[in-house]
């Protein structure tokens, strides 16, 4: 027995689905034939109305009933996927997933999308529109019922943390939250991307193999080493030089936990945390932990101690300095019971409260704006991920 709805055609239905690929090719911002698409908010609304659409389709199939259509048509929609016209990104469409379109439309466009400006206010605007037009239809004054529910979604880290962990039940009055989840997911991944490639670089692995070299050899070899270093930078005043030697001193606290440092870091996904949060988390650090490890961490990393006491004598009363390395660096090699952790943390808190400092890394205080999107959090992030998400490898 084949299809069977009495409403619609299977025919009728895959024709529907063709229209539906077409509108998830015009949100890449292109068109089918490979034209620039006019992509904005009306675009994206119509990808969740057909979604929502789909979704009324196929929950009617629930029962065992059906089973023999839904096949029918999984087999239609094989043949069309698989024909070499059809886009590569899209070519897991099934009933399955039809059958939760508007989950799969914004999968699609948080996974496979390159999402510039242009699209983020798209997808902004779009669903706010959502919410609003669904909220007006049942709410006299729906502007203040839209914003009650924003507040309330904002005061427990519950609510923020559903959305991070699925798209389950991205009903349309619960865009504007998933879509929140999205642009902190997207700054995660921005930072994430960004100190990851610092780790996988030419020029960091050569220094890594370099700095594994020089601290291979007892410490008043290396310290020789460093001495004339810096009598070279203090000949030339290379400001270059000076980066570059406080790098490879942070670099050689590492070595052995260069690998396990990486695979951390590919493993992190997003959590719903702010910077506040993990600003707060990273402090508690100096006050509990860490004089706990601290004996620990000393007895099992001599050669990781000896390096950062030189490194202080070495900056001396520039600390400044420790603001030109890689945040990923500062954070991985300074261990939280190190004088060093606490002079770096001392400030970052400066510059979180917005209080003078000789090492300005963002205007957000001067702007009154929050750290959500600069060096500053990239720098707290930093150390959130690996102080307190990880800490065995910290």
């Known amino acids: 027995m084949g299809w069977r709805h009495p409403q619609i055609s299977m025919e009728e239905v895959v024709n529907l689905i063709k229209g539906f690929v077409d509108i ?91 999402l510039r400006d242009v699209h983020l206010r798209a997808l902004l605007t779009a669903t706010v529109e959502m919410d609003l037009e669904e909220l007006s239809e049942t709410e006299h004054d729906f502007l203040n019922a839209y914003f009650n529910k924003l507040k309330l979604q904002n005061t427990s880290l519950d609510q923020r943390i559903a959305p991070a962990t699925t798209t389950e039940n991205c009903g349309i009055d619960g865009f504007t939250r998933i879509v929140e989840w999205l642009l902190g997911s997207m700054t995660w991944n921005r930072w994430k991307s960004k100190n990851l490639s610092y780790f996988l670089d030419k020029r960091t692995i050569r220094l890594v193999s370099g700095a594994s070299m020089i601290f291979a050899a007892p410490k008043i070899q290396w310290v020789q080493i460093f001495e004339r270093l810096n009598l070279n930078i203090s000949a030339g005043s290379s400001d270059d030089g000076l980066c570059e030697t406080i790098e490879l001193l942070l670099l050689g606290c590492i070595t052995s936990r260069w690998t396990s440092l990486i695979e951390h870091l590919m493993s992190i996904s997003h959590d719903y945390k702010n910077i506040l949060e993990q600003y707060n988390e990273v402090s508690n650090l100096l006050h509990g932990r860490s004089t706990d490890l601290k004996s620990k961490q000393e007895a099992t990393c001599t050669k990781g101690s000896d390096i950062l006491e030189y490194l202080s004598g070495f900056l001396g009363n520039q600390m400044h ?74």
């Open 24 to 114: 998830l090719i015009l949100l890449s911002g292109y068109q089918s034939s490979g034209q620039i698409a006019h992509w904005d908010s009306h675009n994206v609304k119509k990808a969740f109305q057909w979604g929502l659409f789909f979704e009324q389709v196929f929950g009617s199939f629930s029962s065992d009933d059906y089973a023999n259509s839904v096949e029918e048509l999984d087999a239609a929609l094989s043949e069309m996927t698989s024909a070499a016209s059809f886009p590569k990104g899209l070519a897991h469409l099934s009933s399955a997933n039809l059958a939760k379109a508007r989950r799969f439309v914004l999968e699609h466009l948080i996974h496979t999308l390159p």
């Open 321 to 394: 300095q420790l603001w030109k390395v890689f945040p990923v660096l500062a954070a991985v090699a300074i261990p939280s019971w190190s004088p060093l952790f606490r002079l770096y943390l001392s400030e970052i808190q400066i510059q979180f409260q917005g209080d003078f400092s000789t090492m300005r890394c963002c205007n957000c205080a001067n702007d009154k704006k929050e750290h959500n999107d600069c060096e500053l959090a990239e720098r707290i992030w930093c150390l959130y991920i690996f102080h307190v998400n990880g800490s065995h490898v910290a």
